[in-house]
């Protein structure tokens, strides 16, 4: 009872003799305890600090209505796409024309008002006063059980398609338990024909609704932007490609609005593109060498895509072998200061230099050797 944790909200005080009523008067009885001992307490701290266990549960109601309140545009309330296109990412540019994604604080909110539902309802599911309380028939804490189940799977098909990173609080973990507990099937119902097993899980988009084909499409999108921010952030050339090229699937799906289907072949297509990291203008013989393709791609940076352009056959294939030499120096300096890594960068350097000066100049070079030492920093970071 007296014992702290983070995740205990709140203490029971169970009243087998009928004289919790008289608490208020002993507390104020002891009114000048403060003044009279060095471990004392003011009264006044203790102002609501304790209240019946149905003014809990109470609160349901407008809980359960305040999680509703997300969804007042779904015109369909047996479809689950229309709930999920509600939370689903849509990234907007601010004044200062940064991209950021204008239903995040929706989803928290969303969020923060289930985690409030489900504590409530476990409270009230503890409690033998709310089964006898009149106002909440079985029909009606059947649906809290019901809908509570629904927004939390709902919920992580939010953040699914988000890609966020889930971090389970013990409220949350509270709840699915709750729920696990509370929310059973309620009757078997006999399929009209046979599942064939093998091929759940294997929906064609051309059977998809269009509901369904956007959130899908939302989804690769989200997980396209996490891609070229995050995973290509250790390639630069890279990223600044399918860059551009994101913005410009954008704007042609943008102008397929009512085609949600060739939107999302649009953008599978082009998600199966950036995971092959196929770059155009990079050379076959790096095709295997993720590192070598970055550090070709910042030669690329730095000389410029008129300088780059202007190079000869010769020149691009004495580059290509660069790039794989500068795979094999940065290596060897990592593997050689694995234990006083801040000789690594210093390592890099003495290395490159020389390597590239003849082919580059001075400028380029130091300017490629400062992106290598970057793209390394990245991948050790990660490491």
Known sequence: MNRLHDAKRYGVLVDYRGILKELDTAIRAYQDLETRTQGGFDVQDLEGLYHQFCTEYKRLPALHEQLWSFFKTVTNKLDREQYRQVLAPRFVKDADGTEYDER??????????????????????????FFEDKSFLEELIARYKSD????TELRQTARRDAME???????EEQIRKLVDKQVIGTEV??????YLVHQLGQEKPEDWSEEKARNETDMIRTRLRKTIEQELAGDPYAQKVFGELLRQAIAEAEAMFEHPLKQYALFKSFEEQVASRATPGTP???????????????????????????????ALERLAQQSLAIDVVVKDAVAENSLNPQNIEAAIRKGLLPLLFGS??????????????????????KA
């Not at 070598?292 to 940076?301: S, T």
Request: glycine share 8%; proline share 2%.
């Open 104 to 129: 995040q604080k929706l989803r928290d909110d969303f969020y923060d008002a289930l985690t409030a539902f489900g504590l409530c309802l476990q409270t009230a599911l503890s409690s033998r006063s």
């Open 360 to 381: 580059l100049g001075l400028d380029n070079a130091k300017q490629v050797v400062e992106q290598v030492i970057q793209i390394t920093r990245i991948g050790l970071s």
């Open 189 to 194: 119902r006999e399929p009209d024909g046979v």
């Open 284 to 314: 076959d013989e790096l095709a295997t060498n993720p590192h070598a393709k970055a550090y070709f791609g910042a030669i690329r940076l730095v000389l410029g895509e008129d300088g780059f352009a202007a190079l000869e056959s010769q």
């Open 148 to 151: 509570l189940r629904f927004f």
């Open 165 to 171: 990173t889930v971090d389970y609080s013990v409220y």
